[in-house]
């Protein structure tokens, strides 16, 4: 058990730039996790992968946000045009099946100048 | 939308005492869990407890769930300074007996234990 791995650590980019966020869960895990958790906040929910399904989005991802999990193996995040707003960390879980204990990485944190 | 409220947002205590944490939901649940966040990290599972449960121990965790009162309360007992950290409760919705899975968290409450 290696644990979820998170890539990069820190972004901080320009407003109007494209950022993309890689996690990499644990290797049995089925289901795999986005939270976004903003300073003081706990994580809110962005999106969940089943294999390599995305079986729900939140209304938090708006249409400039995509996420994907090929061969349900490691997932992707990407946030086209960024938004003063987006800055937040960002953080992925894992689990082995849907009610069990979900694994967290130590999450991307995102800085927008 | 955040579903859980937490109580009190912020605890102060001397090591070797008992901290207790308080969390409420609205909905249905599933499960209800417990996770640590150190500052900067990510979040660290401690307890799940099902709705079918009252009282789960693990260690110096005691955490009791009331679905009546759609509450739950986290105890560590014997306090150190390494349980500094902000302690969330987080809901796994019931969806006809299933969990989806996605968890909503609470606020969450924030522990500083001095030596």
């Known amino acids: 058990d290696t644990g979820v791995s998170q890539d990069p650590r820190h972004k901080i980019t320009k407003r109007g730039q494209n950022v993309t966020f890689r996690c990499d869960p644990i290797?049995?895990?089925?289901?795999l996790y986005w939270y976004r958790q903003t300073l003081g906040q706990g994580p809110e929910f962005l999106t969940y992968?089943?294999?390599?399904?995305?079986?729900?989005k939140s209304r938090l991802l708006s249409d400039r946000f995509s996420a994907e999990r090929p061969k349900g193996s490691f997932s992707t995040l990407e946030i086209q045009r960024t938004e003063q707003g987006d800055s937040a960390m960002y953080l992925c879980?894992?689990?082995?099946?849907?009610?069990?204990?979900?694994?967290f990485g130590d999450g991307t944190r995102l800085s927008i100048l | 939308s955040q579903q859980g409220e937490e109580d009190p947002q912020a605890l102060s205590i001397q090591e070797g005492e008992n901290a207790t944490m308080n969390c409420s939901y609205k909905t249905s649940i599933n499960n209800l869990q417990w996770y640590r966040q150190n500052s900067g990290r990510g979040l660290v599972h401690l307890i799940l407890i099902r709705s079918n449960e009252r009282e789960k121990h693990s260690g110096r965790l005691r955490v009791t769930l009331d679905t009546s009162k759609k509450s739950s309360s986290l105890l560590i007992t014997a306090s150190r300074a390494a349980d500094t950290a902000s302690y969330f409760c987080a809901t796994a919705f019931n969806a006809g007996g299933t969990s989806y899975g996605k968890l909503t968290f609470g606020q969450g409450t924030i522990l500083t234990v001095h030596p």
């Open positions: 992968f089943q294999n390599e399904a995305q079986l729900e």
């Open positions: 290797s049995e895990h089925n289901r």
């Open positions: 879980a894992s689990s082995l099946i849907s009610d069990q204990p979900q694994h």
